[in-house]
């Protein structure tokens, strides 16, 4: 099915607000996920648009056989270039599919569906420009972005342009609790640190960790950080190490490696994206580290097992889906997944398909984006892939966490 003419409306407006924010053209070229070596296949149900930006940003149109004359159009942002662009392109990908879906059952009330992708780059700047122009593009709704940092950048821009915003993946405590224009099918991570906490003291045994953790998303890396340090500290375990890196700067993890590994820790916690995490593991294990290393679930990709190898065999951390479920509902989604993009659908891609599904369910008779925020706000359960997630009034969520590890080059259950 090729993009209907009558669609290009939410594009052209899309790439006038681009103009707008001054940049520079666009060119056609095939969807990528560089980051994990996975290419989209050209079909012709997408057509894609890369504007040459300093955002690199994004538009891809995905029209059905619906009649409806305007599409319906939802936004997503997420990094899809740089060293987070595994995150982001597999949160694209679960959000593709779900428009997918939806718009081959019929889409909204007879009207399309259109997914509008953005480049935030991981940059705070370049995140609020690639929303203003998603919001000038008509987007009902945005699902995104991946990371905390972005989402406290771009969460005030929610508020002022009235645009829902819906975080498959966002985890800082910064943004809980707060009767505003984000959502999230994510916890935040005061309760997975909690948990971790309790992982490395009571059940792994160790009373000295060190940490190392990513700048460039602090928004994340920070709370989790804090909310660890607390929870260990008050099972009798002591921090002796807290390191900082800046994403990209190779100086940085060196240093941090060297002093988290003079303090002779038992056990090194690493707060990075995964190609960050798969090099911190490198020169943890040659600089001597035999023991533990845990993580979170930011960098749970495969690409920290397709960087880190070895290195990072063993390591530890929280998953907040069943990699290993049986669940019919999931077992299928994970093979239309698999079918359609060529690969194994991870966190990212299981949140990002769960949050596109939620704002399309509650579209229906009314798809404007005051009456998306009345019903997301009254709403309290969601039947995501894997069983319901209840919310808050606020917006935020709680989900069950699973102990995994790397074995074999595999995310297992951790015996």
């Not at 679960?94 to 909204?108: F, H, P, T």
């Not at 929870?231 to 060196?254: C, H, K, Q």
Request: glycine share 8%; aromatic share 6%; hydrophobic share 45%.
């Amino acid at each position: 099915m090729i993009v209907d003419t009558r669609s290009r409306s939410a594009r052209r407006r899309f790439l006038a607000a681009c103009r707008e924010h001054a940049y520079i053209g666009c060119t056609s070229m095939q969807l990528s996920s560089p980051a994990i070596g996975i290419r989209m296949r050209q079909t012709t149900r997408a057509r894609v648009l890369l504007v040459v930006t300093p955002v690199l940003l994004v538009c891809l149109a995905v029209s059905g056989c619906t009649s409806g004359t305007d599409p319906i159009v939802i936004g997503y942002l997420g990094g899809l270039s740089g060293r987070t662009s595994d995150l982001g392109s597999a949160g694209r990908d679960g959000a593709l599919l779900a428009v997918e879906e939806a718009d081959l059952a019929g889409g909204i009330d007879g009207h399309r569906l259109e997914l509008l992708p953005a480049d935030d780059a991981q940059d705070a700047t370049r995140a609020a420009d690639a929303f203003k122009a998603l919001e000038s593009a008509g987007a009902v709704a945005v699902v995104g972005p991946m990371t905390s940092g972005i989402a406290v950048a771009v969460a005030p821009l929610a508020d002022e342009l009235g645009v829902p915003l819906v975080s498959p993946t966002t985890s800082t405590d910064a943004l809980t609790g707060k009767k505003d224009w984000f959502y999230r099918l994510y916890p935040d991570n005061s309760s997975a640190a909690r948990k971790l906490a309790a992982v490395v003291r009571d059940q792994l045994g160790h009373k000295r960790v060190a940490m190392i953790y990513d700048l460039a998303n602090r928004a994340h890396t920070e709370t989790w950080a804090r909310n660890f340090t607390e929870e260990f500290t008050r099972l009798g375990g002591s921090v002796v190490a807290s390191e900082t890196i800046m994403s990209g700067a190779l100086d940085t993890y060196d240093i941090a490696v060297d002093r988290a590994l003079a303090t002779d820790p038992q056990c090194v916690f690493v707060l990075a994206n995964a190609l960050d995490t798969a090099r911190l593991a490198t020169l943890l294990r040659e600089g001597g580290l035999e023991d533990h290393l845990i993580t979170s679930e930011w960098s749970a990709t495969e690409v920290v097992i397709g960087y880190g190898g070895r290195a990072v065999e063993g390591m530890m951390f929280l998953n907040t889906f069943d990699r290993e479920s049986t669940a019919p509902g999931y077992q299928d989604f994970a093979k239309r997944f698999r079918d359609r993009f060529g690969y194994e659908a991870g966190f990212a891609s299981v949140h990002a398909y769960d949050a596109t599904r939620l704002v399309i369910s509650q579209l229906k008779g009314d798809p404007t984006r005051t009456a998306l925020k009345a019903r997301l706000d009254a709403l309290r359960s969601y039947d995501a892939v894997q069983g319901v997630v209840k919310l808050d009034a606020t917006g935020d969520v709680e989900r069950e966490y699973f102990l995994m590890t790397i074995r074999d080059g595999v995310f297992v259950r951790a015996e």
